[in-house]
T-cell receptor, first 113, second 113 residues
Framework: KNEVEQSPQNLTAQEGEFITINCSYS?????LHWLQQHPGGGIVSLFM???GKKKHGRLIATINIQEKHSSLHITASHPRDSAVYIC???????????????FGTGTRLQVTL | DVKVTQSSRYLVKRTGEKVFLECVQD?????MFWYRQDPGLGLRLIYF???????EKGDIPEGYSVSREKKERFSLILESASTNQTSMYLC????????????FGNGTRLTVT
């Protein structure tokens, strides 16, 4: 079983729909990251959170540390939101500095008109 | 804006060739990482570095080496490329000891024939 599991693997939505992507993890973490990868490869960091909830524009990320679960919500989805969304967890600090990440395999989202 | 630049977007190499993948960041980040991304497997850590001349193995270091002679540059070396090293390679960096997110390069798609 992977340490970080995402669901669903693929998601198709119509423009304007509310979207939820889920991430569950099985290890102790210091932070959880949500990343966005557009076709062509570049990855952008959307959120880094260790508790509660964060919001940026139409994106909302929540985390429940006790349940080891996080969700990424997209309100009023738009075709430009089409991308792969990746959940990753920081497994704490190694040698006091660098924080290694473990990644989920991603959720491929397509938003159609 | 943080910029992480990977020297090549696409590379085609022959089996047995020595391959250098270069990554440069312009934000004085201490930590730098090399990942490979394969369908169904997500991103996997090859090597990381938390300081000049310091390096540590990630989860899949076999067949790779790295070099960090200057703080801004982190090189991934395939000593003798093999077809199973055909993949997307992503470099990332972030500042040590802070809550700053990871910043990724655009990736290098390497094909070994």
């Amino acid at each position: 079983k992977n340490e970080v599991e995402q669901s669903p693997q693929n998601l198709t939505a119509q423009e304007g729909e509310f979207i939820t992507i889920n991430c569950s993890y099985s290890v102790g973490i210091s932070a959880l990251h949500w990343l966005q990868q557009h076709p062509g490869g570049g990855i952008v960091s959307l959120f880094m959170l260790s508790s509660g909830k964060k919001k940026h524009g139409r994106l909302i990320a929540t985390i429940n540390i006790q349940e080891k679960h996080s969700s990424l919500h997209i309100t009023a989805s738009h075709p430009r939101d089409s991308a792969v969304y990746i959940c990753a967890v920081s497994r704490g600090f190694h040698t006091g500095t660098a924080s290694k990440l473990t990644f989920g395999t991603g959720t491929r989202l397509q938003v159609t008109l | 804006d943080v910029k992480v630049t990977q020297s090549s977007r696409y590379l085609v190499k022959r089996t047995g060739e020595k391959v250098f993948l270069e990554c440069v960041q312009d934000m004085d980040h201490e930590n730098m990482f090399w990942y490979r991304q394969d369908p169904g497997l997500g991103l996997r850590l090859i090597y990381f570095s938390y300081d000049v001349k310091m390096k540590e193995k990630g989860d899949i270091p076999e067949g790779y080496s790295v070099s960090r002679e200057k703080k801004e540059r982190f090189s991934l070396i395939l000593e003798s490329a093999s077809t199973n090293q055909t993949s997307m390679y992503l470099c990332a960096s972030h500042s040590a000891g802070s809550t700053s997110p990871l910043h990724f390069g655009n990736g290098t798609r390497l094909t070994v024939t």
